[in-house]
């Protein structure tokens, strides 16, 4: 089954994105000549990406290593020049050593990926960093023929069902995925985020057989090269919508988030979010005319929220710090 690429490029067709990550790289040297033009990138090797151009024809083009280009970006190429043109979203994270990397472009939905036993505290981080990225989240929780796994469903409803979509499922059994395919159906290009183990090769399988990524934990397929190369690639899906495979994508720090897009963005804040508080760069702690405060006590933001919040504001905070000691050094 084909269908067009959303929005993009009417003559793509979606479901011939990239098929599997072992052929892509030799698939440009069946192309008779060389096609210019308007195209998006569809795999990055490192050293080179893939472009999929209108009209169905791919090939590689060389890139620089830091050259800056994603997965998803829109490009037109001329020869071998590649020209990246504006992006509607970038995806960014911040890596362990405080490195910042851009994820992938013109992505507009970020699933995060949650199983029973997998840590939830990055759950509003991520959420909040979607949100200020103009993706929308949505939280998969996976592993729904275990028991312990309606438990978390359960739970992650009371506090995230009134913010974002939920989609409780098995990737190993099925059950459930067919709410999660509609949704992405409706043209959405999105990526997975979650910690290791809790199935997101699996449902990247799962969505899009064709693709056959191997499905472990970290101590064996990935020391034996599973990605020798790390390579990105955008996936296409059969009944709609579209998916970035980006390996190692688990978690992310916050990358420039002010206090205010904080608690702008904030899930269980949003009831409260349109009101203003009495100082544009008010923090939400103890300012007077605080409209978070307002609602807390008023019961439009739970407790939970609020001491959650508090963490992230820490969190925000020390990075703001960082960056002023960094501005003095330079
Ligand atoms: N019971 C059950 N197990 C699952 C399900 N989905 C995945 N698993 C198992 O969970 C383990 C980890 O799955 P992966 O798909 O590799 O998890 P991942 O999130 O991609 O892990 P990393 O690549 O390390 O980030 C494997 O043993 C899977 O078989 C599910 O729906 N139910
Ligand atoms: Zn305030």
């Given at each position: 089954m084909t269908r067009p690429?959303?929005?993009?490029?009417?003559?793509?067709?979606?479901?011939?994105?990239?098929?599997?990550d072992s052929n892509v790289t030799t698939?440009?040297?069946?192309?008779?000549s060389s096609p210019a033009g308007n195209g998006r990138i569809v795999a990055h090797h490192g050293i080179s990406v893939e472009v999929l151009f209108q009209g169905e024809q791919r090939r590689m083009v060389r890139v620089k290593r830091n050259s800056g280009h994603v997965v998803g970006d829109e490009v037109s190429v001329n020869g071998e020049l590649l020209t990246r043109l504006p992006r509607a979203t970038e995806l960014r994270r911040r890596d362990a050593r405080g490195g910042v990397h851009l994820?992938?472009?013109?992505?507009?939905a970020l699933g995060i990926v949650m199983a029973p036993?997998?840590?939830?505290?990055?759950i509003d981080r991520a959420i909040v960093t979607s949100r200020t990225a103009r993706l929308t989240p949505f939280l998969v929780i996976n592993k729904?023929?275990?028991?312990e796994a309606h438990q978390l469903a359960a739970r992650l409803r009371e506090t995230y069902a009134a913010s974002l979509p939920l989609f409780p499922l098995s990737a190993t059994t099925g059950e459930g995925l067919l709410p999660l395919r509609e949704y992405l159906a409706t043209g959405r290009c999105g990526v997975f985020i979650g910690?290791?183990?809790?199935?997101k090769s699996s449902l990247m399988n799962a969505l899009c057989?064709?693709?056959k990524l191997a499905v472990g934990s970290v101590g064996d397929y990935r020391s034996m090269g599973r990605h020798t190369t790390t390579v990105s690639t955008l996936h296409s899906l059969d009944g709609g919508g579209e998916l970035v495979d980006t390996p190692g994508f688990r978690d992310f720090g916050l990358v420039d988030i002010s206090p205010q897009d904080l608690a702008a963005h904030f899930p269980g804040f949003e009831e409260a979010g349109s009101e203003s508080c009495?100082?544009?760069?008010?923090?939400?702690?103890?300012?007077?005319?605080c409209s978070v405060l307002r609602s807390l006590q008023q019961g439009r933001i739970t407790r939970e929220r609020y001491a959650s919040f508090l963490e992230l504001l820490d969190e925000v905070e020390a990075e703001e710090e960082k960056k002023r000691v960094r501005g003095w050094r330079s």
């Open positions: 690429v959303p929005g993009r490029f009417p003559g793509i067709r979606g479901s011939d994105v990239v098929k599997s698939r440009h040297s069946e192309i008779p994820v992938a472009a013109n992505l507009d036993l997998s840590p939830g505290r990055f729904c023929d275990l028991g910690s290791t183990g809790v199935g057989p064709h693709i009495r100082f544009s760069n008010c923090r939400h702690r103890s300012e007077p005319g």
